[in-house]
């Protein structure tokens, strides 16, 4: 069966920089769509970034408004892994982050969808303060 584990969460000074790892097994990487969501105390569940394809045609991102230019998505199809690096870190990026993956599914448009995500890891906590 598939499993998502999550590694590298943690405490971090605003302006800081947190990479998360995300170890992937029982599961095809193929052109299927991989992510990362996240959730604040007291918020909804919200698509951070997600990454889909291989090969010739290289893969394809996508990110949340809040963090495009501050985190990179990155998935090693050899390693079985899935990456978020976070730079430039604000206090309301403080959340539980999720390792994400959809059930034979590219992204698409609608990539931040909470619906479409069919796999999820326990999550790791992010503090930035």
């Known amino acids: 069966h598939v499993q998502l584990v999550e590694s590298g969460g943690g405490s971090v000074q605003a302006g800081g920089s947190l990479g998360l790892s995300c170890a992937v097994s029982g599961y095809t990487f193929s052109s299927n769509c991989m992510g990362w969501l996240r959730q604040s105390p007291g918020k909804e569940r919200e698509g951070v970034a997600a990454?889909?394809?291989?090969?010739?045609?290289?893969?394809?991102?996508y990110y949340a408004d809040s963090v495009k230019g501050r985190f990179t998505i990155s998935r090693d199809k050899g390693s079985n892994a899935l990456y978020l690096q976070m730079s430039s870190l604000k206090p309301e990026d403080t959340a539980i982050y999720y390792c994400t993956a959809r059930d034979r599914e590219t992204c698409g448009s609608n990539w931040d969808a909470l619906s479409k995500w069919a796999y999820w890891g326990q999550g790791t906590q992010v503090t930035v303060s």
């Open positions: 990454a889909a394809g291989f090969g010739a045609f290289g893969t394809t991102t």
